[in-house]
């Protein structure tokens, strides 16, 4: 699989749609591992951090075959396919940003990756589309136990599997769920529901994870605890906790297009209307006007807009991949012209 | 700088609203910021709770000295940068941790998922980063049949753990 194909195909866990697609993007669950008996990723020194970046390419090449996966390395990787990695949440914007030897082993349906060198020797993380908690588990621990033939991992019986960060100790798992809520911003109830995920130890982060601002009123609800409840544990709890705001975000659709669908069709035909015509556009009001769009469409107000398109411009659209589609490195000013006349293409106005 | 909606309080949420292409920066405090359906505590992650739960730890000035005999990392700068240095920390500094596992994650043992050889108990991991050290020492010591018996020792001891 060659770097270039892989990022200019249409990202499975955003195309495809999955349970409750209409809602939920995708579920992610992301294992932390370190190998026993070596000092964590920060402590390595550079011929340390080289040895085991080639150690851990060997056992994850072995344990999976080279056929179903393909290692990138990173260090010598151009800064605009790291970014668009991390657009497609293959990789976190911890290891785009790191200096040394490190690498990603990434499965040709791009199901999973397993990071090498971030912040613990390895992360592996499955991604799967809609509402999968238990799959996407399941799947991850199937890779986990592969890896684990290959890799003796660093584990004490008492804290679990051990990472360099003690607030990922135990399971060393976070699993989320990546949610469009743009009826619950619209309706300013969103903050309610934060007050009612924190109360059960789960975060709540924006489009790229922590620190980050929730463009396209897009949010991902993943646990904090990772030690002293199980995986099944965590994933109940998560698996409680959605469909109930699923139900709200349903519920809050329903009484915006029941008490002022004027205003709500205002929204989402001007946020048509702009991306179908603009001629320079941020990527940022790119997600808001895409979030009103896509809301449009899944309500059925706005028809003859296929969904696919819509989901694929969220990733398409960002500065990473819209340079990569020009294949050119683009200035801010160069990218917001590149990303208006992209979009006016896809959506088939002139 | 005081909050641009009320005009009282300070202004601790800053906004960036992209409007019809155009940037509009707002500064408010929090409640007027909760008036307005902004997610305060969204911006809230883990790393800033734990940097803030490290700090609280600052005044205990004799864990501060405490260093791992494996890794080299001492107790401060762990606080400093959030990250311990190898996988031994956990027992070096288990007393001070114990508080911040127990605030983090309201627990203080594992429950889940057990690694199906137990290759990986303390003692061989110990091991391991011992025959590292040497490794090391024998490599800049330009001991090369030396490096070389070590550098099979530890690929022996990594690869081949006990079926449970």
Known sequence: MKLDDLILSPSPWLALGGPQGDIVLSTRVRLARNVAGRSFSSRLRPEERQELEAYLRQAVLKALGPDHVTWFELADMPEIDRRCLVERHLISRELAAAEGQRGVAIDAAQRFAIMANEEDHLRLQVIFPGVQLQEAWLEADSVDNRLEEQVTYAFSPKLGYLTACPTNVGTAMRASVMLHLPSLVLTKQIEKVFRAVARMRLAVRGLYGEGTQATGDIYQISNQASLGRSEEDILKTLGAVIPQIVTYEQQARQVLADESPMALDDRIFRAWGILTHARTISSDETLALLSAVRLGVHLGRLQGVNIGTINDLFLLTRPGHIQKIRRAELSESQRDVARADYIRKRLGSN | ?164
Request: proline share 3%; with cysteine; aromatic share 4%.
């Open chain 2, 1 to 164: 700088m005081l909050c641009q909606r009320c005009k009282k309080q300070p202004a601790t949420v800053h906004l960036t609203e992209i409007l019809q292409n155009e940037k509009r920066e707002r500064h408010l405090c929090e409640d007027c910021a909760r008036e307005e359906g902004v997610a305060v505590k969204a911006q809230i992650n883990l790393q800033d709770i734990l940097s803030g739960m490290l700090e609280a730890h600052h005044t205990a000035g004799k864990e501060a000295n405490l260093a791992c005999p494996d890794c080299g990392i001492t107790y401060a700068e762990f606080r400093d940068q959030g990250r311990l240095g190898c996988p031994n920390d956990y027992e070096v500094f288990a007393e001070p941790l114990k508080e911040i596992l127990e605030k983090v994650h309201g627990a203080a043992e594992h429950t889940g998922k057990l690694p199906r050889r137990a290759g990986a108990d303390l003692t061989t991991q110990r091991q391991l980063m011992q025959l590292r050290r040497q490794l090391q020492a024998a490599v800049e010591g330009e001991k090369y049949e030396e490096a070389a018996r070590l550098r099979d020792l530890i690929r022996e001891k990594e690869t081949t753990g006990e079926t449970r």
